[in-house]
């Protein structure tokens, strides 16, 4: 069979760190996976004098997913391409707790939902200003009677919803609700919106959900105002199957929700577009961390099941899924966050044994 091509971008500061021991794990599995590494970050500005050259963007043109670390400044326009240039509209973070991990709940048994976050608009679109510049436009509060420009000087950020981007991440959520419940799952999508406020754009997005949910006769569905949902997330975190919301809402609280299961370093996710999808762990760089060899690469090893079962490969997703589920529940080797002493790689070098 021709092989399936991956883009890997190590990222920067720390997260070369837990992709590197993951790459070698993958590798274990004798993966029919050609690894791509085009000049990304540091090296594409040394060799092509920019740190995203035309090299890399044909890579990935050219590939059928990539791996991703994470981005601070360096590697930050690849993964602007990854999203933007590739219409990477679903940002798929899971969160499930296992044994062993440290989780801060009483008891977090039974903990696995799925947050789906749009990843295209709302106030990610960067389209940002000072207030003046909203002059002509007239606009008004409808709670102050009050002009925008006669307030006090500042800036604004532009929050687009659209029909579109709306309709097309919320049937990516009840399509995954749907598979979830084949498995086991509830089959259940919860749409998280500030509705109340927001008439005309959280408004929006809550009634094209509606719309949607009707083609789902068979997947339960709610909508909760956003605040009340973090609250529920927090209180009992086991009602919730599929959630789907905005871009800022869902960037925060997947964020939280990783929390309630032991911490970022837990936490992998996966963005999906129609036709293409790249996948990174939640977290940052942790560039306090950077070059000591403990950074925690569970999300890292996660988010690679994740893309091995976009890429046809689920037996060998659910053997690495499996490894890491037995690391933790025997508790002997276990990251620094997670309350062990283990390394990056004498934690790699368990999960490796167990494969």
């Not at 090299?55 to 590939?63: K, L």
């Not at 399509?175 to 799952?185: D, F, P, Y």
């Not at 961390?289 to 690469?297: C, L, R, S, T």
Request: glycine share 8%.
């Amino acid at each position: 069979m021709t092989p399936k091509r991956v883009v890997v971008i190590e990222g920067d500061d720390a997260a070369p760190e837990a992709v590197r021991p993951t790459l070698a794990l993958l590798d274990q599995l004798n993966l029919n996976i050609d690894w791509l590494t085009p000049p990304v970050g540091d090296q594409g500005k040394q060799r092509y004098g920019t740190t995203f050259p035309e090299q890399a963007r044909r890579a990935i043109d050219e590939s059928d997913a990539t791996f991703f670390g994470a981005a601070s400044g360096k590697s930050t326009a690849a993964l602007f391409y990854l999203r933007f240039g590739k219409q990477t509209y679903a940002n798929v973070r899971p969160v499930k707790w296992l044994s062993g991990f440290n989780s801060p709940l009483a008891d977090p048994k039974g903990l696995d939902l799925v947050i789906v976050r749009e990843n295209l608009e709302d106030l990610y679109l960067g389209v940002e200003g000072e207030i003046k510049d909203l002059d002509p436009l007239d606009l008004t509060s409808p709670f102050t009677r009050e002009k925008i420009t006669n307030m006090s000087p500042g800036r604004y950020a532009l929050k687009v919803i659209t029909e579109k981007g709306t309709a097309r991440v919320t049937r990516f959520a009840f399509e995954l609700a749907r598979n979830r419940k084949r498995h086991g799952r509830p089959g259940k999508v919860t749409c998280a919106t500030k509705y109340n406020m927001l008439f005309r754009s959280d408004g929006f997005f809550k009634e094209v959900a509606q719309k949607i949910a009707e083609s789902y006769p068979d997947i339960e569905f709610e909508t909760l105002i956003v605040d009340d949902f973090a609250h529920r997330l927090v209180a009992k975190p086991q009602q919730f199957d599929v959630a789907v919301m905005p871009n800022l809402y869902g960037d925060i609280l997947s964020d939280m929700a990783g929390g309630l299961v032991g911490g970022l370093g837990l936490a992998p996710s996966g963005c999906y577009g129609d036709n293409y999808a790249y996948f990174e762990p939640v977290h940052g760089t942790a560039p306090d961390i950077a070059g000591q060899n403990i950074i925690n690469p569970t999300a890292t090893i996660l988010s690679a099941a994740m893309m091995l079962e976009y890429l046809g490969f689920k037996p060998e997703a659910e053997r690495i899924e499996e490894a890491v589920q037995k690391v933790y529940a025997e508790g002997r080797i276990l990251p620094r966050d997670q309350g062990g002493s283990a390394t990056t790689t004498e934690f790699v070098k368990a999960i490796k044994e167990y494969l």
